[in-house]
Nanobody, 115 residues
């Protein structure tokens, strides 16, 4: 059974940085496309960034130039480095793993950016 566990969220002032981590277990993590999603208060869940099994990355326009997604397959971990945070980045950040039509989600980690 695949499990994803996020960590690294917290309260930060605008302009600050956070690094989120997502550790996977129960599957061949290196084959997964991994992504980070965000669900803000009263908003729908939106894709922030994803990284393929080969290391190709893609970012939402709101994340380009500020966020960096990376992975360490030896540690079954995907990271999201978030810099220059804005209040609108506030939300629950969820880790997603995708492999051959199967989707897996973590429980999420709260990020709150104060102005």
């Amino acid at each position: 059974q695949v499990q994803l566990v996020e960590s690294g969220g917290g309260l930060v002032q605008a302009g600050g940085s956070l690094r989120l981590s997502c550790v996977g277990s129960g599957g061949r993590f290196s084959l997964f496309t991994m992504g980070w999603y965000r669900q803000g208060p009263g908003k729908t869940r939106e894709l922030v960034a994803f990284i393929s099994s080969s290391g190709s990355t893609n970012y939402a326009d709101s994340a380009k130039g500020r966020f960096t997604i990376s992975r360490d397959n030896a540690k079954n971990t995907v990271f999201l480095q978030m810099n220059s945070l804005k209040p609108e980045d506030t939300g629950v950040y969820l880790c997603n793993g995708r492999y051959i039509g199967n989707y897996y989600w973590g429980q999420g980690t709260q990020v709150t950016v104060s102005s």
